[in-house]
């Protein structure tokens, strides 16, 4: 007695089912390389088969899941390096623009030094000639001068004083004297208009 053959439609039915499968799995391990690569995700074997929804197995035995794989494992190992180096090259960049920046300040500030300095130099000379164009005798003249002149302000300052106490002893005299014309202009007025 011979076994049971499998109809042949059965069979192709199943071996296109398999292959949608295989496709579809492919697929979606090509998106999910993708995606990776894209966010810079690390690549492993366990990360894809989870993120794809494919075994471990599938990746391991199907050469054209563990090519998609492999490639992308290289190809971000790759860009890790690029990026590696595009960043030691910005951060590289970016010392030798602070190195020129220092390197023009500190040439402002040596400028900077060297005319305050010259400027220095220049006042020190200039005290040193007004000290040598004075005379032991000059200076006595000058403090005696000065002496004189604040004797004289104290003196103009009391005259002052006692004239303005003057002035004001002769404005109430004259308020005095004005009340006291006052006074009499109207005595003579009464009188002249006093019948006897």
Known sequence: MTAPTIPAARTA???EARRKKTEDGLARIKDT?????KARTPITMAAVARAADVSRTFLYEHADARSLVTEAMSQ????????????????EASWRERALNTEAALKSAHA????QR???????GQIRDIQTEWSQEDITRIITDNGALKKQVRELSAQSKSLTSK?????????????????LEVQLTEQNQDPT
């Open 13 to 15: 039915q199943a071996l």
């Open 167 to 183: 002035l004001a002893a002769a404005r109430e005299n004259v308020r005095f004297a004005d009340k006291r014309i006052a006074d």
């Open 33 to 37: 390389l993708g995606q990776m690569i």
């Open 76 to 91: 971000a190992a790759g860009r890790r390096v690029q990026d590696r180096v595009t960043e030691q090259a910005e951060i």
């Open 112 to 115: 900077e030094i060297l005319a």
């Open 118 to 124: 010259e400027q220095i130099a220049d006042l020190l």
